[in-house]
DNA sequence: GCCTTGTCTTCTGTAGACAACGGTGAACTC
DNA sequence: GAGTTCACCGTTGTCTACAGAAGACAAGGC
């Protein structure tokens, strides 16, 4: 009987943490990968045929798992005219840094002052495979890692629908960075940005809310600065503006920007 | 030649505010609706074939309907088994009031102070439907309008992402509330939430972000206490414990609040 | 009498096919 | 020569049909 149990439970156990993959399912990891990786860019239209001889899966599932990527942000549906990649402008990622950046500081508002251990340690487990990554020098995990060691971050809350709000914009954001990814790597280093994330985790395990809430703005102002950078280059008078407005802002609260005219 | 333009325009403006209704759309509408007055209440199971046949559409577009509607949190997929009503415990209750209040209060911070006309005519528009649900008497209606208000609220800060996810939270909130309509509407009265919006209003038409801030938390805390009385009604000392932490927390920040153990 | 096991039904997951709409290109007319 | 119209093609939206799994129920064994 005993060894019935054994058996059996692993069994069990596997399905309840990964449910038989549907092709649905598949199908909308695989999309979405395709974009987040910039096989698929903004603006590209999708065109279900093509999809399902490229995944082997029917059109029914498929468009299940288009429905899904398009609640998270990353699609957007034309009627009739079929689905395309969410084309991102300025206030696009405007929209997407200050709601992230607010979801991450009611994050920590709520999860510090607990500091569940466990919690605690999947964000240093989070790190542990940045370093990993940055070890192995691979950029694109390395990036990877830094939005799964924020996700934890904001995990510590204990709020399932601040996370998945989190996760979703989050990807939103991966795709802002998409295009933009080599030239920012290049410019701060792998070992800065685990660096960066080190100095964060050091602050989570000290506790003090306040500590964090100012290292994270700063962090994530950081990112949007460059990112800014990126998408405005070429228009350097409106990067001016910008920058100089987060510096403004920089003293002000968290929220302190403003949104774009475009 | 200015006919056809006369003619065409109003298509192509009609079609922008209302795409052309999908089955896939019209039956996510049917079910959220089903939903949100409670005729599928909270972890019923919801079978495809039976609302195929209700509906008069086919299974993939249902599907279709259901994933998105899983997305806005109103449903949980079961693998193999379908899909039921997303059940709500205490702590269900919790993420959703702290969650939605953080996201009005973002939304408040960033719109008053620029108090664009159109978007303050929008609330005043939607505080005249309250008022005219109010006269006719109609508690569901009414119900429906003051989340429009607050919908509307939310829409001064002119980020789309923000009031999407708000609107989600919301339908949660209405399902949360759902089975316990009557006996709120019945301890408070219709005219009684119509003032506590015009108050509202009234405030933000002021222009200071903080007393909307304020008057706004009242509100929400309002609206959670009812919520947690009746979520809580036979379990008292839970209910007095949680009222207790409303009332310290009142004066400290929103997020004041602690998740609950459940 | 209770547990186990086998079968049966029901529902989900998926595939393939049809219909309708929109876009594109060429031909025709002015 | 330019504009317009029409027809074709591609794509989406939808439906019917089939395979496979999960749960229910009954019959048999312990």
């Known amino acids: ?9 692993p069994d069990e156990a596997a399905r309840r943490i990964a449910p038989p993959p549907s092709m649905a399912r598949l199908a909308a990891d695989a999309v979405r990968k395709m974009i987040l990786t910039g096989e698929l860019q903004p603006g590209d239209r999708v065109v279900e045929n093509q999809l399902t001889h490229q995944l082997g899966v029917s059109r029914p599932p498929l468009r299940e798992a288009l429905r899904v990527l398009e609640q998270e942000g990353l699609l957007v549906q034309q009627p009739r005219r079929g689905v395309i990649v969410v084309p991102i402008n300025l206030h696009d990622v405007y929209e997407i840094f200050t709601l992230r950046d607010q979801l991450e500081r009611m994050a920590v508002e709520l999860g510090v002052p607990v500091r569940s251990p466990d919690r605690l340690e999947r964000c240093r487990a989070a790190l542990r495979d940045l370093e990993d990554a940055a070890r192995a020098g691979d950029a694109a995990t ?10 934890a971050v904001v995990g510590l809350a204990g709020h399932r629908r601040l996370e998945e709000s989190y996760r979703s914009l989050s990807l939103q954001m991966r795709l802002c960075m998409g295009m933009n990814q080599r030239a920012r790597v290049a410019g701060e280093g792998l070992w800065g ?4 994330h ?51 802002s920089r003293s002000d609260t968290a929220l302190g920007l403003e949104a774009p005219r475009s």
Chains 1, 2 share one sequence.
């Open 198 to 248: 080190r100095a964060i985790l050091a602050t989570l395990e000290r506790g003090n809310p306040q500590e964090v809430l100012e290292m994270l703005t700063d962090h994530g102002q950081h990112t949007f600065v460059l990112e800014l950078g990126h998408s405005l280059s070429g228009r350097s008078a409106e990067a001016e503006a910008w920058l100089e407005r987060l510096g403004r």
């Open 193 to 196: 940005i685990v660096e960066r």
């Open 142 to 151: 390395v990036t990877d890692r830094a939005f799964d060691f924020h996700l």
């Open 1 to 9: 009987m005993a060894e019935r149990t054994t058996v059996t439970m």
